[in-house]
């Protein structure tokens, strides 16, 4: 459970920081190729932002999160290097309950 959140929220934040680029390269350095390259990492990060939410969304249910933390968690994946920083602060808080087992902590 844990475990493919994180990976897709790496995955899901990786590209879209290459949607970034791709998005410079295109628009404000005009380079041959960019164009083809935003498109396919577009199509890419939007499916599996998908897959992003659902794995998310099924974590922090889970986890029994507040509201506005999950739709921070949601959202990450939409904001460059957000992703990162989410993963990493929700894998602290979740981690305990995948080994351990416990009751979920309130936020």
Known sequence: MLTRYRV???VTGVL????????????LLELDGAETFTYVVSLAH??????????????CLKAKLPVPRLLWVLLA???PTAAFF??????RR?????????APARA
């Open 8 to 10: 897709m929220a790496y």
């Open 16 to 27: 879209l920081i290459l949607l970034c680029l791709g998005m410079i390269g295109k628009y």
């Open 46 to 59: 939007g499916w599996l932002y998908v897959l992003y939410l659902v794995f998310a969304f099924d974590l």
């Open 77 to 79: 994946g939409t904001i």
């Open 86 to 91: 989410v993963e990493r602060g929700l894998a």
């Open 94 to 102: 979740v981690e305990p309950l995948v080994v351990d087992g416990a």
